[in-house]
């Protein structure tokens, strides 16, 4: 907590007005204090702040992007918001565990991870409302999902029994899972589907997945720093960030030769990103900190903090590039 102090006040003097492309709110979930930061990115201020459920930890765009969706961990609850108006539309409760939360790419499913309770829920979405279709049991503390651009296969971390495992999506049935490194938390699959990566939080690296046959593979293991967490695609097809919460920087992966290409600070223990939508700077969660930074992609350089609440996590806005 200290260390991340003082390279909050070792940063120089930053731009006071901080041009963006971005036009819609950007919204930060305050974890430990039950509630969303709305962000004006003409201003770079916090203009309101919605009371949610108890820690939220993610959120998600609904398929027609009318809706975000922020996940409350410890209320069991769904806060549905507008992206453009920052308005409440409304909740969803009965929802165990909501830790993360993610849909499938042909809007059919909507999955979700209980994280204290060990479970994966697998619900029907109809473009309106969700059904539960089945209750997985899993290894100990499911952490972070993913999905496969064909909508057949969901990924989940499990983060106190290291392990990654597989759900068909169809019957719901374990398809099999494989050990990894320490504390494994977020997952991403590649644009082709070939392989997954998983990033360690109890190490310095990134681990790659060959999914493509009936086992997985581990092919490589990617050297990045500690505390390697949370991915986003740059939106190129090509690159990728993943955060290192320990080592307070990110890292850019070039999904090609899956090497880390370069290496850019972000103070505050970084957590969950989003990229602008002309790819010009990275919005990132400084989770011990209370802000959300601001960095240039050309400059690799913070030009902006707005103070948030406590232990800030996902961070989202329409405005954003392809993921």
């Not at 006071?16 to 971005?22: H, K």
């Not at 290291?162 to 019957?171: F, H």
């Not at 949370?230 to 690159?239: E, I, L, Q, Y």
């Amino acid at each position: 907590m200290v260390f991340a102090v003082s390279m909050v006040s070792a940063l120089p003097a930053l731009a006071q007005s901080v041009a963006t492309s971005i036009s819609t709110p950007i919204f930060v979930l305050n974890s430990l204090d039950a509630s969303v930061s709305v962000i004006n990115p003409a201003t770079w201020t916090e203009t309101k702040r919605i009371a949610t459920g108890k820690e939220p930890h993610h959120l998600y765009l609904t398929p027609d992007e009318k809706s975000l969706i922020v996940a409350n961990a410890l209320s069991d609850t769904l806060t549905f918001i507008d992206p453009k108006t920052a308005e409440v539309q409304r909740t969803i409760r009965g929802i165990i565990d909501p830790y993360h939360l993610r849909f499938s790419p042909d809007m059919k499913w909507f999955v979700t991870a209980a994280n204290r309770l060990n479970h994966i829920d697998i619900y029907r979405w109809d473009g309106n409302d969700i059904t539960l279709v089945k209750r997985i049991a899993t290894s100990k503390t499911p952490s972070h999902l993913w999905i496969d651009s064909k909508s057949t296969t969901v990924y989940s971390t499990m983060q106190d029994s290291n392990e990654l495992v597989a759900i068909d999506l169809a019957t719901q049935a374990l398809k099999w899972r494989t050990p990894t490194g320490a504390v494994p938390a977020d997952v991403y699959g590649t644009p082709d589907d070939k392989f997954v990566l998983v990033a360690l939080t109890g190490g310095d690296a990134v681990e790659v997945y060959d999914v493509s046959g009936k086992e997985p593979r581990r092919s490589k293991t990617i050297k990045t720093a500690l505390g390697a967490h949370a991915f986003r695609s740059m939106g190129d097809k090509r690159h990728l960030l993943v955060s290192n919460r320990v080592a307070n920087t990110i890292s850019k992966i070039d999904l090609q030769t899956m090497e880390v290409v370069d290496t850019i600070a972000a103070p505050g223990g970084p957590d969950c990103m989003d990229i602008s939508r002309d790819g010009k700077q990275i919005l990132v969660t400084s989770r011990w900190s209370k802000k959300l930074t601001v960095i240039d992609v050309a400059t690799r350089k913070v030009v902006k903090q707005v103070n948030v609440g406590r232990s800030p996590h996902g961070v989202w806005t329409l405005d954003h590039a392809p993921r």
